[in-house]
C-alpha cells in the first residue's frame, strides 16, 4: 500500500512538474520581455496554497487540469485567463513579437525539458524491441466483438520470417513504430473497409502485401491490428486475486503452454477453448523456471459475464535489444507518433476517437505504472509527455498558447486588434469543448484504471508500458485477460 501511495506521488510529481516546466517557460520569456507576471498557477481555479514573491502570485489551485501566467499586458492571455478587465487599460502596449515570444515559450521550455531527459536515456540506453521481424501469425484472432476471425496478415499472406519495412509508405524502424502507424491508420477502400499496404523482406525479395486490418479490444479501448507478433511465447502478467487462477498458484512469469494437452499457439486459441468449455477443470500446462508445471484449475463465469475465465492476463513475449538512441532520434520518434495521432483523430477514416484519448488521471496512471517497471521506463515516458505538451500547445486553438499566438499574428496582418467579443466568444466556446472532453476522457481514465487494478473484470487490458491513449502509446505487447 505505502509503495502504491508512493508511485502514485511519484507521477503527481512528474505532471506537476512538466506543467510548471511550461509555465516557467511562459514566465521567464514575460520577465525578459519586461512585462508584468502578476499570477503562476499550478491548476485552474481557486487558490489552494502558494506564496507571492517580486510581485507575482505563485499558487497551486483547485482545479490540476494544466496552469497558467496570468500576463494582463496580453489581453487574450491575461484578462481570459484571469487577469482583470480593467488592469489593461492603464499598462504600456506590448509588441508583436513580445506576445509571439511570450506564447512559444512555453513549448520551447517542454522541448528543452524533453531534450535533457533523452540526453539521459542515450546515456543509459533502453530495452525495446527492435527487430521488425514477424514470428507469429496465427490463423485466428479475436476481434473486439470477442469473436474469433481469420488472422488479417495470415489472411494476406504474410509469413513467419517477414520482415516489416514500411506501412502506408511510412518507414518501420522498431515494432513500436510497427504498432502505432498500424493503429492510427486512415486508409480505407471504397467499401468503406480498412486497409494497409505493407511492404516485407522476404529472403532478399521485397513484396508488397495488402492488409485488412481488424479492430481488437485493448482494455476498454478498441484498436486496429493485422494480428502479427514479434515472439511467440504467451507470458503471464498478472494473476487477479481471488479468481481461480490465482487460487490454483499461477504466477507472473509463467509461460502457457498447453490447455488440457492441446498446445496454445495463440491468444484466439485460449479465447476460443474458454468459450467453448462447458465446465469442469481444465489442466493447464505453463513453463515455470525451466520445468513444465500442470495447473488444474476450473475457470468460472463472474457476474455480468458470458464466458468462462481464469483470471490472469499474458502478453507476446519478444526479445529486446538494449538501445542508445540519440536524444533527436527519440524527440522525432516521439513528434512522428504525436503527428500520427492528430491526425488519425481528426480523419473519418481512422479507428481513432476521442474515447480513445486521456486526460490528467490517465496520464498519472500512465507514470504510475512507469515507475513501477522502474525509472528508465519513467524518465522515457515523461520526455514523451512533454513533447506532446509542447505539440498540442502550439496547435491554433483558443485558450492554448498556439491560439494567442493565432490571434497575435491575426492581429499584426489586419492592423487593428481583434474585437473583444469575438475573442471572448471563441474562447468560451472552446473553454466548454476543452471542459467536455476532459470530463468524457477522463471518465474513459477512470473505466482503465479500474480495469487495471482488477475493480472491472474480463476485458482485455493494456500492457502498463504502454503509454495511456491520450498521448500516443509506445506499445512494447497486447497484454490481454483471460
Known amino acids: 500500500m505505502l509503495l502504491n501511495i508512493f508511485y502514485i506521488a511519484v507521477a503527481l510529481f512528474a505532471l506537476g512538474f512538466s506543467i510548471f516546466i511550461h509555465e516557467l517557460g511562459h514566465f521567464i520569456a514575460a520577465k525578459k520581455r519586461g512585462l508584468i507576471a502578476d499570477r503562476f498557477s499550478i491548476g485552474f481555479g481557486p487558490r489552494l496554497c502558494g506564496w507571492k514573491w517580486m510581485g507575482t502570485d505563485f499558487r497551486i489551485s483547485l482545479f490540476p487540469l494544466g496552469g497558467y501566467v496570468s500576463l494582463p499586458q496580453l489581453a487574450d492571455m491575461g484578462r481570459l485567463e484571469g487577469g482583470e478587465d480593467d488592469e489593461t487599460e492603464a499598462l504600456p502596449p506590448i509588441s508583436y513579437a513580445d506576445k509571439m515570444i511570450v506564447a512559444v515559450m512555453g513549448a520551447v521550455f517542454n522541448m528543452i525539458f524533453a531534450f535533457c531527459l533523452s540526453l539521459i536515456l542515450w546515456g543509459v540506453g533502453r530495452d525495446i524491441i527492435v527487430s521488425t521481424e514477424v514470428n507469429a501469425v496465427p490463423q485466428q484472432i479475436v476481434n473486439h466483438e470477442g469473436l474469433p476471425v481469420p488472422g488479417p496478415a495470415y489472411e494476406a499472406g504474410i ?38 499496404e505493407v511492404e516485407i523482406l522476404r529472403e532478399d525479395d521485397i513484396q508488397q502485401i495488402t492488409v485488412y486490418p481488424i479492430l481488437m479490444d485493448v482494455g476498454i479501448d478498441s484498436i486496429r491490428t493485422i494480428g502479427i507478433a514479434p515472439g511467440t511465447d504467451l507470458v503471464v502478467s498478472e494473476v487477479q486475486e481471488n479468481m481461480p487462477a490465482f487460487k490454483a498458484g499461477l504466477l507472473p512469469g509463467d509461460t502457457i503452454l498447453a490447455l488440457d ?41 463472474a457476474n455480468g459475464e458470458t464466458t468462462p475465465r481464469f483470471g490472469f492476463a499474458y502478453y507476446y513475449e519478444a526479445a529486446t535489444e538494449h538501445v542508445h538512441l540519440n536524444p533527436v532520434e527519440q524527440i522525432t520518434a516521439m513528434a512522428r507518433t504525436m503527428k500520427q495521432t492528430l491526425v488519425a483523430l481528426v480523419s473519418p477514416k481512422s479507428d481513432v476517437k476521442v474515447g480513445n484519448m486521456s486526460g490528467p488521471i490517465g496520464i498519472v496512471h500512465g507514470l504510475t505504472s512507469m515507475a513501477r517497471y522502474g525509472w528508465i521506463d519513467l524518465v522515457w515516458f515523461l520526455a514523451l509527455i512533454n513533447v506532446n505538451l509542447a505539440i498540442f500547445n502550439v496547435l491554433p486553438i483558443p485558450v492554448l498558447d498556439g491560439g494567442h499566438m493565432t490571434f497575435a499574428t491575426i492581429s499584426k496582418l489586419t492592423g487593428r486588434p481583434i474585437p473583444r467579443r469575438i475573442m471572448e466568444g471563441s474562447y468560451t466556446v472552446c473553454i466548454v469543448i476543452l471542459l467536455s472532453f476532459m470530463l468524457y476522457v477522463s471518465y474513459r481514465d477512470v473505466l482503465r484504471v479500474g480495469l487495471d487494478a482488477g475493480v472491472i473484470e474480463d476485458k482485455p487490458n493494456a500492457s502498463p508500458a504502454e503509454a495511456p491513449a491520450e498521448i500516443p502509446a509506445e506499445p512494447t505487447n497486447n497484454l490481454v485477460t483471460e
Open 159 to 196: 509469413q513467419i520470417g517477414d520482415q516489416i519495412i514500411r506501412i502506408d509508405g511510412a518507414k518501420i524502424n522498431n515494432w513500436v513504430e510497427l504498432n502505432n502507424v498500424i493503429m492510427t491508420g486512415t486508409q480505407r477502400d471504397d467499401s468503406g473497409r480498412a486497409f494497409a
Open 261 to 301: 494437452g492441446k498446445p496454445v499457439t495463440s491468444s484466439a486459441f485460449l479465447s476460443v477453448y474458454l468459450s467453448n468449455h462447458t465446465g469442469g477443470v481444465i489442466d493447464l500446462h505453463v513453463l515455470r523456471e525451466g520445468n513444465e508445471v500442470v495447473l488444474p484449475i476450473e475457470p468460472i463465469i
